[in-house]
Structure formats: C-alpha cells, structure tokens
C-alpha cells in the first residue's frame, strides 16, 4: 500500500479514537439527552471502507454508526451538537444518534431496527443496476441482525437479482448484553453465502493494508460482475465491563449503549493486541507497542 | 368497451408508468402466473419499466420500494392479499417514519387486494386499512369507483409512499363512470341526486374499499325522493374540521356513515364523533361481527339497506 495512505489511515483510526473517547467523556458527563451506541473498536472497519468508497456508492447503516460518520468526514463538533440536538447538529439536530444519516457523504438511510437497513438497501442496489451507475450499495449489520429474517430475505433476493451490494457483518459477537453463545448457535456464515450463491469473506485483527486489499478487490468484482458479497469482520467493541450479581459472581459484558463508564486509564478503551485497530497499527508510526 | 375493476386498474398502472424514465413494478405472480387475476397483464411490455416477479419476501419488498424511492425510482408493489402486507409493517412504519419528512425522491405505491369475497378462512380476510392508516401515516386510498381510482392515480404522483386497497369482490365487476360526480375534495369523491324540493337533505358517507351498500342505500332513498349525497372517501385519514369535505357534509340534514373495514379502530368513528359534538343527526354503521371472523364465513356486510333507509325515514 502507497505509505502516505497508510499512515493517513492510521492516524485516522487514532483521531476517529480520540473523538470517541472525548464524546464518552461528555456523555458521562451527561452533555447528550439521547442514546448514543459508541463503536470504540470498530474504526478500522469504517476507515478503510471510507477508502475503497466511490462517489456513486451508497451506505446504509445502524444504530452503531459513529465510526462511520467519523470516517466519512463528521467532525466531533457536528457529532456533539447533532448529539445535542442543535441546529448546527450533522443532520441539523432532527436526527440524533441511531438514526443519523448523511446524505452528503453517500449515507442515505440509518435503521435502529435489527436488518431494518438490509431490505432498503436491495432497492438501492436495484436503482443502481437498473440505471447502470456503476456504484455498490455497503450495507452494515452484525451479529445480531444476521439472526433476523430479514438477512435471509435480503441475501436471496440480492442474489437472485445479481445486485452491487456488499453485506458488512460487524461481528463483535455480543447482542445487547448477550454473547452469541448465550444466545443461539454459531451461524457458518460462509457456507450460509455458498448456499445462495453468494461471495463471502472474512477479516480480522485490524490490519489495514489487508483490509484495503480485500474491500478493494470486492469492490471491483461487485462493480464487475453484479455479484452480491457478504463481509464478516471481527471487531472487538472495547469498553467491556463487569456487572455484580451478588456477592460472590460477576459477569462480563462486552456491549454497551451509552457511555463506558469504568476508570479511563483501565477501562479497556485501549487495549494492547490487535483487538484494537489502534494497536494493531501503531507499528505505522514506528513507536513501541510494549 | 366496458372496463372491469381489473382492467380500469391495470390500465392506470400502464399509463403511469410509462410516463418514467426508469422505474419497477414488483410483486409475486404478477408477470406469471394468474398475474393477479390479470391486474398485472401486460405489466412487463411497458417500456423503461422493470416488471419483476419476486421471492416470497414481503419485508424486503416493501424495503426494496423504500430504497427504489430514496434512489428516485419510482415503484410499484403489487399485492395479491391485503394481509400479506403485515409482514411488511416494520419497513411500512419505521422506515416510512424516518423517511417520510422529504427523503423519499419518487412515488413508492403498495397496491393491496382486499379479500372480502368470503370463505376464505380467518387469516386471509383481512380488511383494515384504517390501521395501516394509522401506523404508517402514509396517504391510504380506497379504489371503490372509477373516479376513487382516477384521483388515487393523481394524488400518488407526489413522492413518498401511497397505500392504495381494492375489494376482490369488485375486480370484475364493471367500472363505469358515474353519472352524478359533483365535487372533488382532497379526501372523498361527492355524488349527488339533490334536488330542491324542501325535503331533508341526507349524506351517506361510505368508508372501505366497498361501497356497495351505500350506493344502495343513496339509490333507495333516490327513489323515494330524498336529496341524497353520496360521499365516497378516497383518502383515509382524519377529516379535518376545517376542511372543504367537512364543511360540505356538514350542510346535511342527517348523515350516514357506512364502514365496511374490519378495524377495531376507525377513523369513521372520529368524523361521526365530530359531527355529533357539531349537533348533526348521525346514524353510524360500523361491522360489529368480530367473533364471526376466527373461522370461516361467508364475511357477508352486516348491514341490512332497508332497515337503514327505514330508520332514515322514520326519522324525517
């Protein structure tokens, strides 16, 4: 990868961080009347989708949006106010947080509601082919989403269409305050995507320069050959905390809706593997990582 | 040449669509098939127009036309079944919610047949739009007449989505224009035998996708002599007080309201409501068989047409 994009995307990923961390903070300072998902975790995703992301391509996402509207170009300003319900707000302070859109930058629709996105977005795909615009629809969901109908609706309907789409699945495996295991069994997303036809690959660990050259060459083969792809990527949505049942038992749970709340500096906002999209690419400014 | 419900439908459809540069009419059989009892024929020779047969997926239909929409392409999802569309309430109430203040760039219509043709079983009978009205906020109309049908055309022009119902009773029985059209308001089409002969004069204000038995009731109390308007609602919603269509109703002596929906709601129940706080002489029929409606039936109207035109003329 071209260094300068490298490390324009690495300091991106610390910014993107920093924002959250300062926007964690006036929420715990109760700044904000509305609920914000934070995605502290997740920049490296949102980044580098922001890179392969063309003029013509659309994006539609969820309730966790913003690492997205970070690195689509949302300054923490925009966000705050927007947070504030301000005026001078990124969607003039009518929108909030779960259903902040973007239109200026490609993001056109936000759903809270589990695959809601999943199904507007095979129209948007569809208006793409039919006018031949040469654009591809990214549409986030998770873990929990993939478990709604709606993502087997979806996935079929893309793939009988043949429709530019990327399915992004944020795997960070936990769904409100459950884990996948607490939950339901595992889901072979791969083979699920073999069975319908579909295109699927995996990302983990934060690496920048693999990410860029898997989403790059997705992009092209959707833009090339109509074929719907899916994406699972691991995240690790850092800020995890434990919850006292009684005396003698705590459980972990790695899922938050508003602010994190534990001690910033052992709080697991940072944390030291490559989990964190921060760590992971500290090597690009040649500092330590001990 | 005499057009049935059918036939005056898909025509509207053809002549709209083709004024797009692009747009798509999806919906399961409707260019195969029975194609919908022939509303979908000839769907697919429309030119820029994709007709498209689709998965059995009405959740992500109805997303589909949302995305269409937000994309400026215009679109139409034709369904076989009125219920069907209940698989599609969350697209319909919560994307229609976030969407619908300006960001939809193209009319998105979902055309649904209401299945009121009787032994059909209970899940398949469903006939609530005033519901569908109320959830999704979005302009609700009942194809009942052939001008119902030319002015839900028209209004659906605008972008946004539009919930347009039709009776399978009617679907083939002829839609000729009426002989009687006297006003068009934004929500209702008003016919009238008016005549100025001292006598009471009589609203009867039909709500649902059949207006069978009010133009039966108009019709008797015709021949009896009666001025009598026929007020049939295109456009389900709340009637404003202040509106052309309120005050028009409201210059009646006596006013009937006749619903032929299934809801547990009813905005009929609102505008008699208001017409009696205003001091009019209201008799108010609403189908009150609920019970009947968890099994099989023949999901007959309840309503008797003489003892409703008795009641009139005791009253006057």
């Not at chain 2, 009238?192 to 109390?221: P, Q």
């Not at chain 2, 009937?256 to 299934?262: A, L, M, Y």
């Amino acid at each position: 990868m071209n260094p300068s994009v490298e490390s324009k995307l690495a300091k991106k990923i610390k910014v993107m961080r920093e924002i959250q961390v300062s926007i964690n903070k006036k929420m715990l300072e109760g700044q904000f009347p509305i609920p914000i998902h934070l995605a502290i975790g997740h920049e490296a995703v949102s980044a580098c989708i922001a890179e392969v992301f063309a003029p013509q391509d659309k994006l539609l996402l969820t309730h966790r949006n913003i690492h997205f509207h970070l690195a689509f170009g949302a300054t923490e300003e925009q966000l705050t106010n927007e947070y504030m319900l301000k005026p001078s707000g990124l969607a003039s302070g009518k929108l909030g947080s779960m259903n902040l859109m973007n239109p200026q930058a490609g993001n056109i629709y936000t759903s809270n509601i589990l695959g809601n996105n999943l199904s507007v977005a095979l129209g948007v795909a569809f208006s793409i082919k039919i006018k031949k615009q040469d654009g591809v629809v990214w549409v986030i969901t998770g873990d929990g989403a993939i478990e709604e109908g709606a993502f087997y609706e979806a996935v079929l309907f893309a793939s009988s269409l043949r429709l530019p789409i990327i399915f992004v699945v944020e795997n960070n495996g936990w769904s409100l305050g459950t884990s996948i295991s607490e939950r339901r069994a595992q889901i072979d997303l791969c083979k699920f995507a073999g069975s319908m036809n579909v295109e699927f690959q995996t990302l983990k660990d934060n690496d920048i320069n693999d990410y860029l050259n898997v989403m790059s060459k997705i992009r092209e083969i959707v833009v090339a050959t109509n074929q719907p792809h899916i994406l699972e990527i691991e995240v690790h949505s850092l800020g995890g905390f434990y919850v006292a049942e009684d005396q003698d038992s705590k459980r972990y749970i790695n899922y938050h809706a508003g602010a994190i709340k534990t001690d910033p500096d052992k709080n697991g906002i940072f944390e030291k593997n490559n989990t964190d999209p921060v760590f992971a690419n500290l090597k690009i400014f040649n500092v330590g990582t001990s | 040449m005499e057009l049935t419900f059918t036939q005056y439908i898909n025509s509207k459809i053809r002549q709209k669509f083709s004024g797009y540069e692009h747009s798509v009419i999806f919906g399961q059989n409707i260019v195969s098939g029975s194609r919908i009892s022939g509303l979908g024929a000839g769907l697919d020779q429309i030119d820029n127009c994709v007709a498209l047969n689709t998965t059995n997926s009405e959740n992500s239909l109805m997303g589909l036309g949302f995305g269409l929409a937000l994309s400026e392409t215009p679109s139409l999802f034709l369904m076989k079944q009125h219920d069907f569309a209940l698989l599609g309430l969350d697209q319909l109430t919560n994307t229609h919610n976030v969407l619908r203040n300006g960001r939809l760039m193209a009319p998105f219509i979902v055309l649904m047949v209401v299945v009121d043709s009787g032994f059909e079983g209970p899940q398949a009978s469903l006939s609530s739009l005033d519901e569908f009205a109320s959830l999704t906020r979005a302009p609700t109309y009942f194809l009942s007449s052939k001008e119902n049908i030319d002015k839900a055309f028209e209004l659906s022009n605008e972008p946004g989505l539009h919930l347009m119902a039709l009776s399978q009773k009617n679907m083939k029985s002829i839609c000729i224009p009426s002989q009687e059209v006297v006003i068009e308001c934004d929500e209702a089409i008003i016919y009238s035998h008016l005549l100025n002969d001292g006598k009471a004069k009589i609203a009867v204000v039909s709500f649902g996708v059949d207006i069978l038995v009010a133009r039966k009731i108009t019709a008797e109390l015709s021949e009896k002599h009666y001025s009598v308007s026929l007020i049939n609602i295109t456009k389900l919603t709340k009637i404003n007080l202040t509106s052309e269509l309120f005050s028009r109703i409201i210059n009646h002596d006596k006013i009937v309201v006749i619903d032929s929906g299934k809801s547990e709601i009813h905005f009929s129940t609102d505008l008699a409501y208001n017409l009696k706080a205003c001091g009019k002489d209201i008799d108010l029929y609403q189908r009150h068989s609920s019970q009947n409606w968890s099994v099989v039936t023949d999901d007959a109207i309840e309503f008797d047409v003489k003892s409703v035109v008795q009641k009139i003329m005791k009253g006057n």
